[in-house]
């Protein structure tokens, strides 16, 4: 009886190892369905403006506010990644949050100065285009979303415990909790006029992310010292300059990345019809995303999973499949009737905005597929710590967007919300390229580690 057993045990454990579409779909969905939250709530902006005063004026003021702001916060959100690595227990949760409280303070400075001296003229006028009926709401608008940064990096910081502790039902909890407030405040500033233009979308972000933060805080605080009380070695190890170490090149990668954002906004700034471009842009994208952001995490699955025995191949094909699916349903949106009522009786678009947000979006539909694939790569890369390899990616993604949106204004500026989709297709496009690239000449020259060859034969 007991050989019995044994055989059984044996058995079991060769089919844990063996990687399945269903074990890749356990891990995924949640992580998918918390990116499509995320996305979702930027929607839930998008129509709270569009039932606002003048609604391109301030979904194009609140676009442009957000995509400046967004430099200031990317590092922020990348302090989730140092908490995450370097939190031990008590001390070394200090000198994390020292790092990232010098840094979000150093980045307030350049906020405060964008918001309130003539620096702030020559960011949006000289260097993004924005025209001068814009750039009043622009400013105004900036100087509430300019408290992201702070707000997002209490909450990457005490994600990073949740994540650490393995509480990561917090992090979902503080998800729905956002969901629910933004929606509140949506609904309230829409019925009752009492925030009106770009504010409502600057109001309700800052205040989204601010209740993520704030529960964030508050169940993590408690889990900041050790669970069972005993202390971690490795607490005390940790020092200010390790730490910066650490963190500052993931700082400068964010901010390379989060230039593509303004890029774009400058080309559409430039083009026939710069406030109906930006505000089509944004309402593309935030529906758009709802299906491209899950995307994003297939690198973590890659990475989990490619070790086990079926895993590359299985991975592989659930890129594949996933990513083809979301383009499929972003184009059922794009090209079919579905588009329409999607956009005039739930997020109510205007007759103006409605083609131009059509356009982007059918620009877009590609987006899941080659995410998919693009991130299907970076995960191998980063299995292999070819990270120099992924830097490389972004400078190929900054450079796309660049020489795309440099096209679309020169040789067709009546592309509008089209030259925003097309410079993102080219620059995930282009990580695509060098991320597949490396992995196969790398792969013919020997220098992964972790092949699939290599597993099999194992």
Not at 278 to 295: D, E, H, K, Q
Request: with cysteine; net charge positive; glycine share 8%.
């Amino acid at each position: 009886m007991s050989g019995k057993n044994e055989k059984t045990e044996k058995n079991n454990r060769l089919d844990q190892e063996v990687v399945t579409i269903k074990r890749i779909l356990t891990f995924f969905i949640p992580l998918g369905l918390t990116s499509m939250m995320m996305m979702m709530s930027h929607s839930i902006i998008a129509a709270g403006i569009a039932r606002t005063y003048l609604p391109e004026i301030s979904m194009a003021a609140y676009a442009v506010s957000l995509n400046v702001i967004g430099i200031m916060e990317a590092p922020m959100v990348l302090a989730r990644q140092m908490s995450i690595a370097l939190f031990k227990g008590p001390r070394s949760f200090a000198v994390v949050r020292n790092v990232a409280g010098l840094t979000v303070g150093f980045l307030s400075l350049i906020s405060l100065a964008v918001a309130f001296t003539p620096f702030g003229s020559f960011v949006f006028s000289q260097l993004l285009g924005v025209p001068d009926n814009l750039m009043l709401p622009t400013l105004q608008v900036f100087r509430f979303v300019m408290l992201m940064p702070i707000v997002s990096c209490i909450r990457s910081l005490y994600h990073g415990v949740l994540i650490t502790r393995q509480r990561t039902f917090f992090v979902t909890q503080a998800m729905f909790a956002r969901i629910a407030l933004m929606v509140t405040l949506i609904f309230v500033f829409t019925q009752f006029d009492l925030v009106r233009g770009g504010y409502v979308g600057g109001v309700t972000i800052v205040a989204g992310i601010g209740m993520e933060a704030f529960y964030a805080m508050f169940r993590g605080r408690r889990l900041v010292e050790p669970p069972d009380g005993v202390e971690d070695p490795g607490d005390k190890d940790l020092t200010f300059s390790r730490a910066a170490t650490f963190f500052y090149p993931l700082l400068l990668a964010g901010i390379m990345f989060s230039f593509t954002r303004p890029i774009m906004t400058a080309g559409m700034s430039r083009s026939l019809d710069p406030a109906i471009a930006l505000a089509a842009y944004s309402v593309a994208t935030a529906v758009g995303w709802i299906f491209i952001a899950p995307c994003q995490n297939v690198h973590q699955a890659t990475m989990v999973f490619v070790r086990e025995k079926e895993g590359f191949a299985q991975v592989r094909r659930f890129a594949k499949g996933f990513g083809l699916t979301g383009s499929l349903l972003l184009a059922a949106i794009a090209f079919t009737p579905l588009g329409h009522f999607v956009l005039t009786y739930l997020i109510g678009v205007s007759d103006q905005m409605l083609l131009p947000v059509l356009r982007a979006l059918r620009v877009l539909c590609v987006m899941p597929l080659i995410m998919s694939l693009q991130e299907y790569f970076m995960g191998i890369l980063l299995v292999n710590q070819h990270t120099r390899i992924v830097s490389l990616c972004k400078a190929g993604n900054l450079l796309a967007v660049t020489l795309m949106v440099l096209i679309g204004v020169f040789y067709f500026p009546h592309w509008g919300s089209v030259i925003g989709a097309a410079g993102q297709l080219a620059g995930f496009s282009a990580e695509l390229l060098v991320a597949g690239g490396a992995f196969v000449w790398m792969k013919n020259r020997g220098l992964l580690e972790v092949t699939e060859e290599k597993i099999q034969k194992e």
